[in-house]
C-alpha cells in the first residue's frame, strides 16, 4: 500500500489500517532470549508437574485445589510478574508475561481462570488506581498468594452494560455501606478481597476494595455452570456492609474508567491463553488421529481430518503471530511512557490503553479460534468425543465461555470500530486522507503489478484489504455525515467492518513474521511450511473481506454507488487463488509427523 501509505516502524493503536508496518517492529516466538525460554520451560513443567496430574480435582474443586495451585504459582513469583519489585512484584517485560499465559493456556481451562481472576482484574485495579496506601496494603499479600482476589462488576440486570450496575455505596459518616447483588463472580468461593464496583450515594459509578469477609457478606452457592465447572463461580450479596470511606479507588464516579481499562489487559490475555489452549488441545486431537484405525489405517491418513488439523494449526500461528506482535507494541510503549517519566503503574495502563482496538480484535479472534479447535478435535475423536473419558469434552465445554466474558465477542467487535472512530475523530489517527486516496485510486486503472520480493503478492494483498476496508468506512461515515446511516442502529455493518479489521490484522501479522523471519534467518520451522500457512490464510480472508465488504456496502448503497463499491471490492480483493488443499496438507503432515501441533 506504499502508493497511498507511508511505512513506519512503531504505530499507533489501530494504526495498522492506515500506515504500513515494518517487519523490525514486531517479535515473535522464534525471538524468545534465554531469559524467556527458561519461563517457558518452568511453566512448561508446572503445568505439566502441577496442573495436569490434578485435572479431575480442578474438575470438582476438591482439596482447594486451585487455592493451592495458585500458592505454588505465588512460589515461583507468577502471580507478580507483571507487578512492581516495590511490591514484591518481578517487574517481567510485557513479551515475557504474554509467554507465561501463552503456555498456561494448555493447562486447564478452569484454572486459567482462577489465575486471570486472580492477577489480572483482581489486582489490575488497585496497581493502576489505587494510591500509595492501597498500594502498600494490599498488592504484597495479593502477589504473595496470602491473598486471593476476585472482581465484582456483573450483576442480574447489567452485563454489557456495566455502568447500570444497581448495587450502591451511600455515605455515612466515616464509612460506605453497600447493598446490592453481584454474579458470576469468578473466585468468590475462596477470594479474601474483592474488588466492587457500585453507584457511590446512589448513581456515581465507582470502584471499591472490599474485603471479603466483612459483615453484611453472604455468597451464594457454586454456579452449575457448562464449562469451567473447577473455577468457583458464586453471587456475592451485600446487606449493609460497611468499609472505610476511603476504600474506593480512583476518583468518585469514575469506575468506568477502572472496568475499561482493566478488560483491555484481560482481552489481550484471554487471547494469549486462548492461543496456548487451542495448541494444547489440537495435540490432543493429533495424537487420537494417529492412533485411531479405520479401513485399516491411521484416520489422520484422510484428507477430511488433515483439513480439520490444518486449518486449526494455521489459525493458531496467525493468531500467535497477532499476539506477540500486539505484545511487543504495547512492550514499546510501556517503555516509552517510563522513558517521559511515567511511574510503573501509569505506564502499564497506559499503554494498554493505546492498543484497546488490538484488544478488542485479539479478545475474539482468540475465542473463536479456540472454539473452532475444541470443536474439530472432538469431531476427529468422533463418538469418543462425546464420552468423558476423552479431554475432548472438557476442553469443548471449559471454551465456550471465551466468547462470552470480558466482553461479549459482539461487543468486542462494536467496540473496535468505534474506538477506531472516536481516535479518528481526535485527530490520533489520520483515516480521512487515505480514504480520500483509496476513492481518487478508483478512478484510476488498476494496478496489476506485484511488488519486488518473495512476498510479493501478499504485500500487494494486505495492501489492497487496506484500501477495502477504508472505502467501507470512508463510504459508511460519509452516509452517516449526510444523515442516511445511523451506524449506532447498523451493528451488522458494523460487525462487518470488525471482522475485516481483524483478519487486516492477522494477515498483516503473519506476514511481517515471516519476513522478519527470512531476514533474520530466525525460522525454526521449514520455508515451504512456513508459506503454506501465510498462502492458506490470505486466500481465504481475501474470500472473507470480499463477502464482509460487499455485505456492508449493500447494507446502505444502492443503484451505481453500490455498483461502484462492488467493483472497488473485486479490486482491492484480488489475490490469486492458491491450491489450498496442497498447502493445508504440508502442514497437516508436518503435524501428523511430530504427533502435536508443530509449526
Known amino acids: 500500500m506504499s502508493t497511498v501509505l507511508e511505512a513506519k516502524k512503531v504505530l499507533k493503536g489501530g494504526e495498522f489500517l492506515v500506515a504500513d508496518a515494518s517487519p523490525d517492529s514486531i517479535f515473535s516466538p522464534e525471538e524468545f532470549n534465554e531469559e524467556q525460554l527458561m519461563v517457558k520451560q518452568m511453566m512448561r513443567d508446572f503445568v505439566d508437574q502441577e496442573i495436569i496430574p490434578n485435572l479431575d480435582k480442578i474438575e470438582k474443586q476438591e482439596d482447594n485445589i486451585a487455592v493451592k495451585l495458585l500458592n505454588k504459582m505465588a512460589d515461583l513469583g507468577l502471580l507478580g510478574s507483571h507487578m512492581p519489585e516495590a511490591y514484591g512484584g518481578m517487574e517481567m517485560d510485557t513479551n515475557t508475561n504474554t509467554l507465561i499465559c501463552d503456555v498456561l493456556g494448555a493447562s486447564s481451562g478452569s484454572f486459567t481462570v482462577s489465575f486471570a481472576a486472580h492477577t489480572g482484574i483482581g489486582m489490575l485495579p488497585i496497581l493502576y488506581y489505587g494510591t500509595e496506601a492501597q498500594k502498600e496494603e494490599w498488592l504484597p499479600r495479593l502477589i504473595s498468594g496470602e491473598l486471593k482476589a476476585a472482581y465484582c462488576l456483573t450483576e442480574p440486570s447489567s452485563g454489557s452494560d456495566a455502568t447500570g450496575a444497581k448495587t450502591t455505596a451511600m455515605r455515612d459518616g466515616d464509612e460506605w455501606v453497600l447493598n446490592g447483588q453481584k454474579m458470576w463472580i469468578s473466585n468468590a468461593g475462596f477470594a479474601d478481597v474483592f474488588i466492587v464496583f457500585a453507584q457511590a450515594d446512589g448513581d456515581k459509578f465507582t470502584g471499591f476494595i472490599v474485603p471479603s469477609n466483612l459483615p453484611g457478606i453472604t455468597l451464594g452457592a457454586e454456579e452449575d455452570k457448562l464449562g469451567i465447572k473447577g473455577s468457583s463461580t458464586r453471587q456475592v450479596f451485600f446487606e449493609n456492609c460497611r468499609i472505610p470511606a476511603d476504600a474506593f479507588l480512583g476518583e468518585i464516579g469514575k469506575g468506568h474508567l477502572i472496568a475499561f481499562n482493566v478488560l483491555n489487559v484481560g482481552r489481550f490475555k484471554l487471547h494469549a491463553l486462548s492461543v496456548g489452549g487451542a495448541r494444547g488441545a489440537l495435540s490432543v486431537g493429533i495424537k487420537y488421529a494417529n492412533e485411531r484405525i479405520q479401513f485399516g489405517q491411521p484416520i489422520a491418513n484422510f484428507g477430511a481430518i488433515k483439513h480439520k488439523i490444518a486449518e486449526a494449526a494455521i489459525r493458531i500461528f496467525v493468531g500467535e503471530s497477532s499476539l506477540y506482535r500486539v505484545s511487543q507494541q ?4 510501556n517503555t516509552s511512557h517510563k522513558a517521559d517519566g511515567k511511574s510503573y503503574a501509569e505506564a502499564k495502563r497506559l499503554s494498554a490503553e493505546e492498543y484497546a482496538i488490538e484488544c478488542a480484535l485479539l479478545k475474539f479472534i482468540g475465542s473463536e479460534l479456540l472454539d473452532y479447535t475444541v470443536d474439530e478435535v472432538l469431531q476427529i475423536h468422533g463418538g469418543m468425543g462425546y464420552s468423558e473419558e476423552t479431554l475432548a469434552p472438557r476442553m469443548y465445554r471449559d471454551a465456550r465461555i471465551n466468547r462470552i466474558y470480558e466482553g461479549t465477542n459482539e461487543i468486542n467487535r462494536l467496540l473496535s470500530v468505534s474506538q477506531l472512530m472516536r481516535r479518528a475523530m481526535k485527530g490520533a489517527i489520520d483515516i480521512v486522507s487515505p ?14 503489478s506485484i511488488p519486488d ?8 494483498a494486505v495492501g489492497d484489504f487496506k484500501k477495502a476496508i477504508l ?15 445511523d451506524l449506532k442502529e447498523e451493528q451488522e455493518i458494523v460487525m462487518n467492518v470488525s ?13 511481517l513474521r515471516l519476513q522478519k523471519l527470512r531476514k533474520t534467518g530466525k525460522a525454526t520451522q521449514p520455508q515451504e511450511l512456513l508459506d503454506a500457512v501465510l498462502k492458506v490464510y490470505v486466500h481465504d480472508a481475501n474470500a472473507r473481506i470480499a463477502k464482509n465488504g460487499l455485505d456492508a456496502v449493500a447494507g446502505f448503497a444502492e443503484g451505481d454507488l453500490l455498483t461502484t463499491f462492488a467493483n472497488g471490492i473485486r479490486r482491492f480483493t484480488s489475490y490469486p487463488p492458491q491450491n489450498v488443499k496442497a498447502l493445508r496438507r504440508i502442514v497437516a503432515d508436518h503435524c501428523i509427523k511430530a504427533n502435536e501441533y508443530a509449526l
Not at 435 to 448: G, S
Not at 473 to 483: E, I, L, P, T
Open 471 to 485: 472505502m467501507v468506512v470512508g463510504a459508511a461515515a460519509k452516509a452517516q455525515m449526510d444523515g442516511k446511516l
Open 499 to 511: 471482522d475485516m479489521l481483524a483478519d487486516l490484522l492477522n494477515a498483516e501479522s503473519t506476514l
Open 435 to 448: 480514504a480520500w486516496a483509496v476513492q481518487k485510486e478508483l478512478a484510476t486503472p488498476a494496478d496489476t
Open 453 to 460: 520480493g518473495p512476498y510479493g503478492a501478499e504485500v500487494k
Open 330 to 333: 504495547i512492550q514499546d510503549a
